[in-house]
C-alpha cells in the first residue's frame, strides 16, 4: 500500500514538472520608444514631450460622443455579420482548448456486452504434443452464454515528457489568440461604422453645397437668356452659362450616387436596414470625437488586441516545439478495466463474477525515417514566422499611429488656410456680383469667382472629413483608444443572438 502512493507521488510530480517547451521570451518591439514628433517650421528643434499624467479608461461612447452615432454603433454590435463570424470563431477555439485539456484526464468508458456461441463437437488436436500426429477429439457440441459489464479506460497516456501539456498549452493560446481577434474585429467595426457614418454626413454636405451652386446657375442662366434675347450678351455668354448648369446637374446626381452607396455601406455594417429615424447632424462637422492626448508612449502598442492575438500565437508556436520534442520520447500507455463477466444474464452482478484487467505499454520511434526530426524543424520554422509576424504587427501598427498623429500634427493649419480660402472667395464672388450687375464686368468673372468658391467648399468640407476620419484611425490605430483591450469583450452574446428587447429598443 505504501509502495502504490510512493508510486502514485512519483508519477504525480513528473507529471507535473516534466516539459521540453523552450523558455518563452519575448521580442524586443522593434520600434522607439516614443512616437516621432512632428516639428513646427517655426521650430529650430521640437519642444520636448511632456510628462504623461494617467490615462483614465476610455470606453468607445466616451470617444464618440455624437448620440445618433452610438445609436447605429450599438445596432452594429449586435448585427455585424463580420462580428458574428469573430464571435463563432472565438466560441470554436474556447471549445478546442477544452477537448484539448480534455486529454490531460483518463476517460472512463462503460461498456456491456452480451452475446451467445455455439461451440461444434469436433475439435482437432496433435496426439502426441505439438509435434504429433493431428487426431480428432469427439464430444457434444455446446452452446454457451456470455454476458458482460465493465468500466474502465483505454491507452491513457502517462504524460511524462510533456506531450499532451504542450498541446494543451497551445490550444490554450490558440483560444486567447481568437478572444483577441474577436476584439480587434469589435473595434474595426466600430471604427467602420463611424467612418461611413462621417461619410455619409460629408457626402450630404457636399450634396448641399452642389444643390446651392445648381440654384445659383439656374439663376444666372435665366439673366443670361434673357440678355441674350434683349441683345445685351453674345450667345456665346448664354451657352456658358447654360454649361454650368449642366456641370452643376452632374455634381448633384453624383452626390446623389454617392450618398445612396454610404446607405448601402452603412446598412451591411448595421445589418439591417438604418432606422427610420436617423437624421444628420446639422452642422456635419460638429464636434463628436474627443481628442487624443499627446505624449502617447509606443508602449501602448502592447494592448492592441492585433498584436495580442500575434503574440498568443507566438506563444502557441513555442509550446507546439515542446510538443514535436516529446515525440522523440517513449509514449507510455495505461489500460484497466472493472466489470463483471457471466455466462448468465441472473448471475452477472454476483460475487464471483466480478473480473478485472489493467495493463501498461510503451511504444518508442525506432526507425520513422526522419519524420520527427523533420517535424521538429518544421515546427521551429512555425515559430520563427510567428516572431516574424508579430515584429510586422508591431511595427505596423507603430507605423499606423505614427501616420494618424502625423495628420493630426499637420491638418490643423492646412484647415485655418482652406476656411480663409473660403472666406475670401465668398468675398471676390460677392464683389464679382455686383460688378456685373452694375456693369463693369462680364459675366466670366462672376462664373470663374462662383467656380472657385464652390471648389473651395469642397475641399473644406474634405479636408473636415480627413481631421475626423484621421482621429477615428487613431483611436483604432491605439487598439481602441489609449486604455487598449483592458475592457472584456462585451457584446459576444448579442453578436451571436441579439435578444428581441435589445433589438426592439433601437
Not at 50 to 66: I, R, Y
Amino acid at each position: 500500500m505504501k509502495l502504490s502512493i510512493v508510486a502514485a507521488a512519483v508519477a504525480a510530480a513528473l507529471l507535473t514538472a516534466c516539459t521540453l517547451e523552450p523558455a518563452y521570451r519575448r521580442p524586443t518591439l522593434p520600434v522607439p520608444d516614443s512616437y516621432p514628433t512632428q516639428a513646427s517650421t517655426n521650430q529650430a528643434s521640437p519642444a520636448p514631450a511632456p510628462a504623461l499624467p494617467a490615462l483614465p479608461a476610455l470606453d468607445w461612447k466616451d470617444f464618440f460622443k455624437d448620440p445618433v452615432l452610438q445609436q447605429l454603433i450599438d445596432i452594429a454590435l449586435a448585427n455585424n455579420r463580420d462580428l458574428r463570424v469573430a464571435a463563432a470563431n472565438m466560441t470554436e477555439a474556447r471549445a478546442g482548448y477544452g477537448v484539448s485539456r480534455a486529454s490531460l484526464f483518463p476517460e472512463i468508458d462503460l461498456q456491456g456486452y452480451a452475446g451467445r456461441q455455439r461451440l461444434p463437437g469436433v475439435t482437432q488436436q496433435p496426439a502426441n504434443g505439438a509435434l504429433g500426429p493431428i487426431q480428432n477429439n469427439r464430444a457434444k457440441a455446446s452452446t454457451i452464454n456470455t454476458f458482460q459489464a465493465q468500466a474502465g479506460l483505454t491507452n491513457y497516456e502517462l504524460d511524462f515528457f510533456g506531450r499532451q501539456r504542450s498541446s494543451v498549452h497551445e490550444a490554450g493560446k490558440l483560444a486567447e489568440a481568437s478572444a483577441a481577434d474577436y476584439q480587434a474585429a469589435r473595434i474595426a467595426v466600430i471604427g467602420e461604422v463611424a467612418n461611413a457614418y462621417l461619410s455619409l454626413n460629408a457626402d450630404r454636405a457636399l450634396l448641399q453645397l452642389a444643390q446651392q451652386t445648381l440654384d445659383a446657375q439656374q439663376q444666372h442662366a435665366q439673366v443670361m437668356q434673357k440678355a441674350f434675347h434683349d441683345g445685351g450678351v453674345s450667345e456665346f455668354d448664354m451657352r456658358r452659362s447654360q454649361t454650368q448648369v449642366s456641370t452643376a446637374q452632374v455634381d448633384v446626381a453624383d452626390m446623389q450616387t454617392r450618398i445612396a452607396k454610404d446607405i448601402n455601406a452603412m446598412s451591411v455594417l448595421l445589418g439591417q436596414q438604418l432606422p427610420n429615424g436617423y437624421a444628420t447632424p446639422n452642422p456635419w462637422q460638429a464636434p463628436l470625437l474627443t481628442d487624443v492626448p499627446a505624449g502617447l508612449p509606443s508602449s501602448l502598442l502592447d494592448r492592441r488586441p492585433d498584436i495580442v492575438a500575434a503574440e498568443d500565437r507566438l506563444r502557441a508556436s513555442n509550446a507546439d516545439i515542446g510538443r514535436a520534442r516529446a515525440a522523440f520520447f517513449p509514449n507510455i500507455a495505461l489500460t484497466a478495466a472493472l466489470g463483471t463477466l457471466s455466462g448468465g444474464l441472473s448471475s452477472l452482478f454476483s460475487g464471483g463474477a466480478l473480473a478485472w484487467s489493467a495493463g501498461t505499454s510503451a511504444a518508442m520511434p525506432l526507425l520513422d525515417w526522419g519524420r520527427n526530426k523533420n517535424e521538429l524543424s518544421a515546427s521551429k520554422a512555425r515559430n520563427s514566422g510567428a516572431t516574424a509576424a508579430y515584429e510586422g504587427a508591431v511595427q505596423q501598427a507603430f507605423r499606423e499611429v505614427a501616420d494618424a498623429l502625423a495628420v493630426r500634427d499637420h491638418i490643423v493649419p492646412q484647415l485655418k488656410a482652406q476656411q480663409d480660402l473660403v472666406d475670401q472667395s465668398q468675398h471676390v464672388y460677392a464683389i464679382s456680383q455686383v460688378r456685373f450687375k452694375e456693369g463693369l464686368d462680364d459675366y466670366i468673372a462672376t462664373q470663374d469667382a462662383q467656380r472657385s468658391l464652390y471648389a473651395a467648399q469642397q475641399k473644406l468640407v474634405s479636408l473636415e472629413l480627413d481631421q475626423a476620419v484621421n482621429q477615428v484611425n487613431l483611436y483604432k490605430a491605439l487598439g481602441g483608444g489609449w486604455n487598449g483591450a483592458a475592457n472584456p469583450p462585451a457584446g459576444v452574446a448579442q453578436a451571436v443572438s441579439p435578444t428581441p428587447a435589445v433589438a426592439g429598443a433601437r
